[in-house]
């Protein structure tokens, strides 16, 4: 069981770029979630999905876009990088059911905007 | 709007007991969590709790007031490796849909 994993770990993108990040989870997750992380800032949501096909807009959702065309996979991209988007980037994912509701967060991604 | 405080640094001895705050204000409650997050790392789930009242895990403990929208993290006999930072996060309206995480507060433990 890998639980949740983030391709890439690291990036650097110059202004202007695009990416994809790829997060990818072998729990049988119903949701899963994107949070960017800032210092003294905590975790935001940028999006979420409550299933296969669906997604849907959290704190922050500007700049970005998702997709969720497969259970397991939840894709976060950026169609023109700005330096406001360097940040560090957790997908995490949970049953999505009433009573404990934990998230399994993946190992996260470094991102950096020049 | 939705808020949850927390402070933002607390220092400690190994060996002894801290508490740490959480104060939050959420449009609805579907629980509260405990993470802990060292540095570098992901965030990993230490507690839950949905009704008032004390919840306890080995060393960590955790404890909600819903009416004073106020919880605490109680770590005993503190080692080195507890130190890190720990989230508060409140899980509004709509199960899964409506996560607020605080802003962390970060645990140095002294020897």
């Known amino acids: 069981n890998a639980g949740v994993t983030q391709t890439p770990k690291f990036r650097v993108l110059k202004t202007g770029q695009s990416m994809t990040l790829l997060c990818a989870q072998d729990?049988?997750?119903?949701?899963m979630y994107w949070y960017r992380q800032d210092p003294g800032m905590g975790l935001r949501l940028i999006h979420y999905?409550?299933?296969?096909?669906?997604?849907a807009k959290g704190e922050v959702p500007d700049g970005y876009n998702v997709s969720r065309l497969k259970k397991q996979n939840f894709l976060l991209g950026l169609e023109s990088a700005a330096p406001s988007q360097t940040s560090v980037y957790f997908c995490?994912?949970?049953?999505?059911?009433?009573?404990?509701?934990?998230?399994?967060f993946g190992p996260g991604t470094r991102l950096t905007v020049l | 709007g939705q808020n949850i405080d927390q402070p933002t640094e607390m220092t400690a001895t190994e060996g002894a007991i801290v508490q740490i705050n959480c104060t939050y204000q959420?449009?609805?409650?579907?629980?509260l969590f405990w993470y802990q997050q060292h540095a570098g790392e992901a965030p990993t789930f230490l507690s839950y709790n949905v009704l008032d009242g004390l919840e306890e895990k080995g060393r960590f403990s955790s404890f909600l007031s819903r009416s004073k929208g106020y919880s605490y993290l109680l770590l005993k006999e503190l080692q080195m490796k507890d130190s890190a930072s720990y989230l508060c996060a409140v899980e509004g309206d709509n199960y899964g849909q409506n996560f607020v995480f605080g802003p962390g507060t970060r645990l140095s433990v002294l020897p």
């Open positions: 959420t449009s609805g409650f579907n629980g």
């Open positions: 999905s409550v299933g296969e096909g669906t997604t």
């Open positions: 729990m049988n997750h119903e949701y």
């Open positions: 995490a994912s949970s049953q999505g059911l009433a009573g404990n509701n934990e998230q399994f």
